[in-house]
């Protein structure tokens, strides 16, 4: 079986950063992931925006509350999660996050240390810690026209 989730998206809140009794660092955020495709009927272009929660843990997630302002573009790379609570009116609740194994800052240095729109961002492994893709370049997601018909579900 494989669970291997990466988005591409902007950041919609700051950072929550936490501490477990163990001393790991816990950070969650939410990623804005934006699809764009035509409708096959009116041919109209239409846009969809899919709000994402993510987690991130240990080193990374210090780095990511230093770094990961609100409305930065990053790549992350993780797997899909449940969460599973019980809710102040004895309701059990869940939902899916994403548990961020990797990310990249895809929003360019600014002279001030902080990030500007425009590129991507260069840190090397030991100034941020996180990993890497092998080929240390963010993947290049080709823009693919699929029409409803063509989708066999």
Avoid: C
Avoid at 67 to 75: A, D, F
């Amino acid at each position: 079986m494989l669970n291997k989730v990466l988005l591409i998206g902007n950041t919609t809140r700051a950072i929550e950063l936490r501490y477990l009794p163990s001393g790991s660092a816990v950070a969650k955020t939410g990623l804005a992931v934006n699809r764009t495709w035509k409708d096959k009927n009116t041919g109209e272009k239409k846009d969809e925006t899919m709000f994402i929660d993510i987690v991130i843990y240990g080193k990374s997630a210090e780095i990511a509350n230093q770094y990961m302002l609100k409305g930065k573009k990053v790549l992350v790379e993780g797997r899909l999660v449940l969460e599973q609570w019980v809710d102040q009116s004895g309701q059990k609740r869940s939902k899916h996050v994403l548990s961020v194994e990797s990310f990249q800052f895809l929003d360019s240095k600014s002279s001030e240390g902080g990030f500007e729109s425009g590129g991507e961002g260069d840190f090397s492994d030991r100034e941020v810690g996180y990993s890497k893709p092998a080929n240390s370049q963010a993947p290049r997601v080709p823009e693919i026209d699929i029409q409803d018909d063509e989708i066999p579900f």
